[in-house]
């Protein structure tokens, strides 16, 4: 089992940036990746960014060009950087991670607001 703890989120204003970050904890040694999603109302969840054990990054294409994805392996946590936020960029952000046996656990989410 793994237990994920996301922080970060909130009201951001646009052109700002947010930073959000997901421990990974209970059996880490089975997680392959672990990145970020969002899902807006009306829209289907989409890849923010994920990054593989092997130290692999994959970024959505909406956001690619803003956004950073690292991690701190020792502590099993991830972190994400994006830049230059707007309206679109508003949803419910979850941190997930996946396992070598193709398992995949979820953060209960966290809500992106961006003001104008």
């Known amino acids: 089992q793994v237990q994920l703890v996301e922080s970060g989120g909130g009201l951001v204003q646009a052109g700002g940036s947010l930073s959000l970050s997901c421990a990974a904890s209970?059996?880490?040694?089975?997680?392959?990746?672990m990145g970020w999603y969002r899902q807006a109302p009306g829209k289907q969840r989409e890849l923010v960014a994920l990054?593989?054990?092997?130290?692999?990054?994959l970024y959505g294409l909406s956001v690619k060009d803003r956004v950073t994805i690292s991690r701190d392996s020792r502590k099993s946590t991830i972190y994400v950087v994006m830049n230059n936020l707007k309206a679109d960029d508003m949803a419910v952000y979850y941190c997930?991670?996946?396992?070598?046996?193709?398992?995949?656990?979820w953060g209960q989410g966290t809500q992106v607001t961006v003001s104008s």
């Open positions: 997930k991670a996946g396992t070598w046996d193709r398992e995949e656990y």
């Open positions: 209970g059996t880490t040694s089975l997680i392959n990746d």
């Open positions: 990054i593989a054990s092997s130290g692999a990054k």
